[in-house]
């Protein structure tokens, strides 16, 4: 069984669209995040909900909407998607207050074009 | 606020050779530290981490790596690579203070070379 899985794998969409990545993991976590991974491959994290409740909001456009109907689902929806949201989008799991670091998804490649 | 610094961004070394890809942090705080690894195409794996007790730790894929106090440091060791060792590698940091959030380090390219 898959820990943290993210669907889809892949996405190609044109400039202006609307689209969701959805995350679910299943280790009993209650805190998820979302990262970006850019070109470059620096990864910087966009936001983090613990039991549905966002607790880390990065500098991200609005245009990037979070939302987590329980806490072991998390999906990221963006709107008027952009050339430079180009990225491989992580979600990652963990437990609150522990130290353990996080658990990973295996990641979304998103291309806009 | 903790922030991580890995001095290579790119490590090439032929098979069986030793590697060593240099992490330094900076916090105020007791840190917790982390090295994952990242294959081609593929999500974050965790390597190894040092949350307290002795100061080598081991991971998997016979990867070690050494906190360093007095230096600030993190570095990750492999005594001889294989080809399917090539990959992106990320130091990380994470601390109370931050509420345990994971910060990364720009990440070191290795290329395994025959």
């Known amino acids: 069984d898959t820990a943290v899985s993210q669907t889809p794998k892949y996405l190609v969409t044109q400039m202006g669209n609307d689209k969701s990545i959805k995350c679910e993991q299943n280790?009993?976590?209650?805190?998820m995040y979302w990262y970006k991974q850019d070109s470059k491959k620096f990864l910087k994290i966009m936001f983090s909900?613990?039991?549905?409740?966002?607790?880390i909001n990065e500098t991200v456009p609005n245009r990037f909407s979070p939302k987590s109907p329980d806490k072991a689902h998390l999906n990221l929806h963006i709107n008027s998607l952009e050339l430079g949201d180009s990225a491989v989008y992580f979600c990652?799991?963990?437990?609150?207050?522990?130290?353990?670091?996080?658990?990973f998804g295996s990641g979304t490649r998103l291309t806009v074009v | 606020a903790q922030s991580v610094t890995q001095l290579d961004s790119q490590v090439p070394v032929f098979e069986e050779a030793p590697v060593e890809l240099r992490c330094n942090y900076s916090?105020?705080?007791?840190?917790?530290l982390f090295w994952y690894v990242q294959y081609p195409n593929q999500g974050l794996q965790l390597l190894l981490k040092?949350?307290?007790?002795?100061?080598l730790v081991k991971g998997i894929n016979g990867f070690e790596a050494e906190f360093n106090k007095s230096q600030t440091s993190f570095h990750l060791r492999k005594p001889s690579v294989h080809i399917s060792d090539t990959a992106e590698y990320f130091c990380?940091?994470?601390?109370?203070?931050?509420?345990?959030?994971?910060?990364f380090g720009a990440g070191t390219t290795v290329t395994v070379r025959a």
């Open positions: 280790l009993g976590h209650d805190t």
């Open positions: 990652a799991s963990s437990q609150r207050g522990s130290n353990y670091g996080y658990t």
């Open positions: 990380a940091v994470s601390d109370l203070r931050s509420d345990y959030k994971l910060s």
């Open positions: 909900y613990n039991n549905k409740e966002l607790i």
């Open positions: 040092y949350l307290s007790g002795s100061t």
């Open positions: 916090s105020s705080v007791s840190v917790y």
